[in-house]
Nanobody
């Protein structure tokens, strides 16, 4: 059973940093790609980043150069480090498993319809 628990969100000033965590359980994290998504009020959920089982990564243009994702299989946890945060990054952030092909994760295709409760990131002065 796929289970995800996101944490690490907070209120930060523009230009600040956060590290989000995604604790995964119920499946072998080693075998799957994990994606990060976010949803702001009144907007659709969007893919932000993903990391394949072989540690290849993808980033949406809006966060490229500012966000970094990594994974620690020993801890069954995937991280999203957010730097140089902007007000438009404010959203609830979620993680889930995505498809992967040829060692690359695919943020457009989900491996499961299971989601965690999300973690709130608010960027404001």
């Amino acid at each position: 059973q796929w289970q995800f628990v996101e944490s690490g969100g907070n209120l930060v000033q523009p230009g600040g940093s956060l590290r989000l965590s995604c604790a995964a359980s119920g499946f072998s994290l080693d075998s799957y790609a994990i994606g990060w998504f976010r949803q702001a009020p009144g907007k659709v959920r969007e893919g932000v980043s993903c990391i394949s089982s072989s540690h290849n990564t993808y980033y949406a243009d809006s966060v490229k150069g500012r966000f970094t994702t990594s994974r620690d299989s020993a801890k069954s946890t995937v991280y999203l480090h957010l730097d140089n945060l902007k007000p438009e990054d404010s959203a609830v952030y979620f993680c889930t498993a995505t498809r992967q092909r040829d060692g690359l994760c695919d943020i457009r295709e989900l491996r499961t319809d299971s989601w965690g409760q999300g973690t709130q990131v608010t960027v404001s002065s």
